[in-house]
């Protein structure tokens, strides 16, 4: 996704999304940790694609991959409303600041995939400890899919059972599920009972 904003009368771009397909030159650059800069003319007119769709002023601009270990996680651009070359000495600059955003991220990203795992693993303890108890699993399933489908950050979980038609074949019935808020419940989906695995292309794990 794109977000950006400005201290100057250059309006920040709407918020939208770039997808590699539309300017595969642009990204391609990017990927192998190469400054992308343009002295006299937007990125519009350099690469079409996208740009030209969500428009934007720049006379000049200069975007630095933000990356780690070869894999692009952002980019850090900066626009100038009036043409001009950007020096080495600010491109290096640049460079160095999208490494440090890079290591930021990643370590942002571990951190809460680790508070997920333990929120994920908290949640099973408390399951086994609710059916240890006594608990039927049709009592359990609801409150347990609903805290493990929330601290997975999931929009549904499920629970299917399997079974078999009268020819032999395998099936599965959606029997349990929780929904987030905003997300349409399936189980009363009729496809959802009864489903055959061959039916559906998945004879290796009937």
């Given amino acids: 996704f794109l977000e950006s904003v400005s201290d100057c009368d250059l309006a920040p771009l709407p918020r939208t999304s770039l997808d590699a397909d539309d300017v595969p030159a642009f990204f391609e650059l990017l990927e192998r940790g190469e400054p992308v800069l343009g002295t006299h003319g937007s990125r519009a007119a350099r690469f079409g694609g996208v740009f030209a769709r969500i428009g934007g002023e720049a006379a000049a601009f200069v975007d630095v991959p933000v990356s780690r270990a070869g894999h692009l996680l952002g980019i850090l651009s900066i626009d100038s409303r009036e043409p001009r070359r950007f020096s080495g000495i600010e491109v290096l600059g640049l460079t160095e600041v999208g490494r440090q955003l890079a290591s930021v991220l990643l370590r942002e990203r571990a951190e809460v995939d680790l508070r997920r795992r333990d929120d994920i693993l ?44 009268d020819d032999g074949a395998l099936t599965a019935s959606q029997r349990f ?3 987030a808020d905003g997300v349409a419940p399936e189980i009363a989906n009729p496809a959802l009972q009864e489903m055959a695995f061959a039916d559906h292309g998945l004879d290796a794990m009937a």
């Fill in 122 to 165: 908290s949640t099973v303890s408390r399951a086994a400890s609710v059916l240890l108890a006594g608990s039927t699993w049709s009592d359990a399933a609801p409150g347990l899919l609903e805290s493990l489908g929330r601290a997975a950050r999931a929009s549904r979980a499920y629970v299917f059972e399997l079974g078999s038609r």
């Fill in 177 to 179: 599920e929780w929904a």
